[in-house]
């Protein structure tokens, strides 16, 4: 008699321990779960935000090629504008030259 109330005893806070022990494992279980999903959550967020700042890259990177483009176009517009500039005086001074000539012929002839 005394035998089997120990063991219906010791059984007893067994099955006690292991209900405490399931509801331990539980609760581990579930905070792990939402501990994972609010990881997978902000992973989702941030593919978002790579994936919105890799397309504003690629729309800074075509505006730059649209912006060398144009500065190209004005060096060479620039140059040519030198170039000009450069024959412009060129031919003024030969211009000059030959108004100073004229003027020392009508002024041999007077």
Do not use: H, P
Request: cysteine-free; charged content about 30%.
């Amino acid at each position: 008699m005394l035998f089997s109330w120990i063991s219906y005893t010791v059984l007893i806070f067994i099955i006690i321990y292991l209900l405490i022990n399931l509801n331990y494992t539980k609760s581990l279980l579930s905070k792990e779960k939402k501990l994972n999903k609010r990881q997978k959550d902000a992973i989702k967020e941030e593919q978002l935000l790579i994936r919105k700042y890799q397309t504003q890259l690629q729309r800074s990177i075509g505006n730059i090629d649209i912006l060398t483009d144009e500065l190209n176009k004005v060096r060479n517009d620039i140059r040519s504008l030198r170039a000009k500039n450069s024959q412009a005086k060129l031919e003024n001074e030969q211009l000059q030259k030959r108004i100073r000539d004229l003027e020392e012929r009508i002024n041999a002839l007077i």
